[in-house]
């Protein structure tokens, strides 16, 4: 990720130097499952399939979907848009604030997986 688009919004909110996850929405964005809920229902994958239905399809477990929605609430936070075909890797401050919010019962992890169209 564009570490410089993370110090971008940190100095937005006069938080200068300090993590991307001190920024004052990240925690209502990011990580509130409320607000993850809500998203998930606007959001889709490249194949155009919504984030529920890919939840059933592939049977996931509650934590692993929240952590999916909880990236990309991340990347509209710092971005807004980045487009469809383009991946950005996160800080890993933010996949560990993320993880621990939302454990994986086994405590493994994987990495992104592009979607078969």
Request: one cysteine or more.
């Amino acid at each position: 990720m564009d570490m410089d688009r993370c110090t971008e919004r940190m100095a937005e909110v006069e938080k200068d130097g300090q993590c991307i996850t001190a920024h004052p929405g990240y925690a209502a964005c990011c990580l509130n499952t409320w607000v993850l809920s809500t998203a998930a229902i606007s959001l889709r994958t490249m194949a155009q399939k919504t984030y529920s239905a890919t939840k059933i399809e592939k049977n996931a477990a509650e934590s692993e979907f929240m952590q999916s929605v909880a990236y990309r609430q991340f990347v509209r936070l710092v971005y807004a848009y980045v487009g469809a075909s383009r991946r950005v890797p996160l800080p890993n401050c933010v996949y560990n604030s993320i993880r621990e919010a939302f454990p994986n019962v086994d405590s493994e992890y994987k990495g992104y997986e592009e979607e078969e169209t």
